[in-house]
């Protein structure tokens, strides 16, 4: 009987983890991966501000769906879509480059080179005031050993 109860718990969290892990930020809605929690990823570069996305203009890239707030942002990102998309799939960046990996919060964010960044704390984003290329290639190194996990 304790076994196959063991059974059925480790059932349900390979189940569990099946339909819940995802390596890019965001959040499970009707059966499909809101990436970046619904923001809109060219407003960031365009706006310099998170702006929330709509339904009505979504694309499909990652196995996610992307949210735009208008046509345009939807057809930049459609073009481009590895010139939005946040670096390190949304990780906080000064996370990475202190050798961990945490989800980073799409309201704090920075653009650097042309390139997103999230960050979990306003803290974290502040120390990326300073010697950002070495920050950009610790976050890149460490990325390369945790984006698997």
Not at 107 to 135: M, P
Request: glycine share 4%; with cysteine.
């Amino acid at each position: 009987m304790h076994i196959l109860k063991l059974l059925i718990i480790i059932l349900y969290l390979n189940i569990f983890q099946t339909v819940y892990a995802h390596p890019l930020i965001g959040e499970p809605q009707n059966q499909q991966w809101i990436a970046i929690y619904g923001y809109d990823s060219v407003a960031y570069h365009t706006d310099n501000k998170a702006v929330k996305g709509s339904e009505t203009f979504s694309y499909e890239y990652l196995d996610s769906t992307w949210l735009f707030a208008s046509k345009v942002n939807l057809e930049l990102f459609s073009q481009s879509p590895e010139r939005y998309a946040p670096q390190f799939n949304g990780h906080c960046a000064n996370g990475l480059s202190d050798a961990h990996k945490v989800n980073g919060d799409p309201e704090i964010f920075k653009i650097i080179d042309d390139k997103l960044y999230f960050f979990y704390s306003k803290w974290g984003r502040t120390q990326w005031a300073f010697n950002q290329k070495e920050q950009i290639e610790l976050a890149n190194h460490y990325w390369e050993l945790f984006k698997n996990d």
